[in-house]
């Protein structure tokens, strides 16, 4: 047997032990993804969930957690942050698995017809059926216009703090004005050796607290501030050395600061990024999907829900991504479980059996003589 | 009854100008009107859904027409925002009203 071969059964034999597998593979894991798992639970499919955000919750969790929401039936007032939590505690029962703060790259599909789901960090997942659930897509970083910035990706710069301890006793520079920025320099002010916030206004807008907070670190010389000022370049070989620090007020004037790492928190925005690659017909950024039927794409096994897929009529709600979710469920029980029948149950009368163990059920009336 | 649309020109990211009435009785904002008329792909506007957060309804203001002042959370935003000029406004904080007829604006580059 040549080497090659060794190494691609090693592989093989690799990829099936660490291999996630599930039964149905959820991309993305807003309120419609997290729905889904719900209803997959009612026909007894597991599920697993990616999502790029360190965070389940989508849209509701990034973009407007503190917000209230008033079209969720039921509910006439409910924040969007609270409504993760309860589609996370209606959801549980059914032990959904995370793969979270990793992106969905490429989607293989195998001789058996199952597909093989790897994230960017390289994390295989293998199920029968795929639910692309990505709303407006994944949250990605918004870089700041640096010509040799991406050179230094994970070589000093990032655009996401994932494990802060990586900062313990290094030179900080952070750019940006908003609530992340103020947050983590008050983090890191206890944590790095050095902390510096540069942002182009002397306003920041974020929670009064950290405002105070960050003016008070400043007073004591705990955070460094530098305002109106702007980083336009960056400095060394292979690693962050320095920051090219451009104040607003003097045009000339452009200085190096010395710094081990350089966090840009520009906040994130959604691109639909690899997906749209991976043969699925695209119309207006979004999947195209069967909506006469079960939220099919072009592709059979992979369904597109919420706000990710178009059909004429399309609306993107939340309650329509909880629609769509469920039929979907249903036609996927087909695919995994070929002719075997099942009938629909309503939840009142059937209970609900957790993967976990528990049960769920309404109370039996009471059957008493009354003398 | 009375008519209430304006007329306005928006150039779109691509250069490509549309002269398009725009509502001014459905409390409707400029970032609004760009997408009911579907003059930039669906996801790469609007994504905040118009509460000055994310800088994707940024556009060029190229008339001299009367607009609204920019509020401290507009002028938070395009300080963090990307491609900023002097002319630039977030199409979500411009509720249309009939003093803006003849706009002229200019979609900004997606960042
Ligand atoms: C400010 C605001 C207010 C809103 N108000 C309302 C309202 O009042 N009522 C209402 O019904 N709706 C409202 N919406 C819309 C609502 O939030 C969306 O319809 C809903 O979030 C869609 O859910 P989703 O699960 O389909 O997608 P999302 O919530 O967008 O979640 C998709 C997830 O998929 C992830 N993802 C995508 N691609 C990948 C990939 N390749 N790899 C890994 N992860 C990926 C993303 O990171 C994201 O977390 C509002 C939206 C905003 C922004
Ligand atoms: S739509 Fe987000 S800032 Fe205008």
């Not at chain 2, 203001?61 to 959370?73: A, F, G, I, N, Y």
Request: overall charge negative.
């Amino acid at each position: 047997m040549s080497h090659y071969h060794q190494i691609d059964i090693i592989n093989l034999v690799f990829n099936f032990i660490f291999m996630i597998t599930t039964d149905i593979l959820i991309i993305g894991a807003g309120p419609t993804g997290l729905f889904t798992v719900f209803e997959a639970g009612l026909l007894k499919l597991k599920c697993h969930l990616i999502d790029a955000l360190p965070q389940a919750g989508g849209q509701c969790s990034e973009i407007y957690p503190k917000k209230p929401i008033y079209d969720i039936p039921a509910y006439p007032e409910i924040l969007a942050g609270d409504l993760t939590e309860r589609l996370l505690e209606q959801c549980k029962q059914f032990e959904p698995g995370f793969t979270l703060g990793e992106r969905a790259e490429t989607i293989d599909k195998q001789d058996d017809g199952t597909f093989i789901v790897t994230t960017n960090k390289g994390t295989k997942h293998h199920a029968p059926v795929v639910a692309i659930a990505g709303g407006l897509g994944s949250f990605e970083p918004r870089k700041p216009k640096i010509h040799n910035i991406t050179d230094f990706e994970d070589k000093g710069v990032e655009y996401i703090i994932k494990d802060p301890e990586i900062y313990r006793d290094k030179k900080v520079v952070i750019a940006g004005g908003g609530d992340s920025a103020l947050d983590w320099s008050i983090f890191l002010s206890d944590v790095a050796a050095e902390v510096t916030l540069i942002h182009r206004r002397t306003e920041f807008r974020g929670h009064l607290d950290s405002v105070e907070k960050v003016q008070e670190l400043k007073n004591k010389g705990k955070i460094n501030l530098i305002t109106p000022a702007e980083v336009v370049g960056i400095v060394g070989d292979h690693k962050v050395k320095a920051v090219v620090v451009k104040q607003a007020q003097h045009i000339e004037k452009e200085f190096e600061l010395n710094c081990d790492h350089f966090i840009p928190l520009f906040g994130l925005s959604p691109k639909l990024g690899p997906i749209a690659n991976w043969g699925l017909e695209i119309e207006k950024n979004a999947i195209k999907v069967n909506n006469a039927l079960d939220y099919q794409t072009n592709i059979s096994g992979i369904y597109a829900i919420g706000d990710v897929n178009t059909y004429p009529g399309k609306l993107k709600l939340i309650l329509c991504g909880f629609h769509e979710a469920t039929l979907m469920c249903q036609s996927a029980y087909q695919i995994i479980n070929p002719g075997k029948r099942f009938v629909l149950k309503y939840t009142t009368v059937s209970g609900v059996d957790g993967f976990d163990g528990t049960r769920k059920e309404a109370p039996k009336a009471v059957v008493k003589s009354i003398e | 009854m009375e008519n209430v649309d304006i007329n306005i020109t928006i150039i779109d990211r691509e250069g490509e100008k549309h002269h398009i009435e725009a509502p001014t009785d459905m409390a409707m904002n400029l970032m609004e009107v760009v997408r009911s008329y579907e003059l930039a792909p669906e996801g790469t506007i609007g994504v905040c859904g118009g509460m000055a957060m994310c800088a994707s309804c940024q556009c060029y203001v190229l008339s001299d027409t009367k607009l609204p002042e920019m509020q401290d959370d507009e002028e938070a935003m395009l300080s963090e925002a990307f491609d900023v000029k002097d002319n630039s406004r977030l199409g979500c904080q411009i509720q249309m009203t009939p003093g803006m007829e003849g706009l002229v604006v200019e979609l900004a580059p997606e960042s």
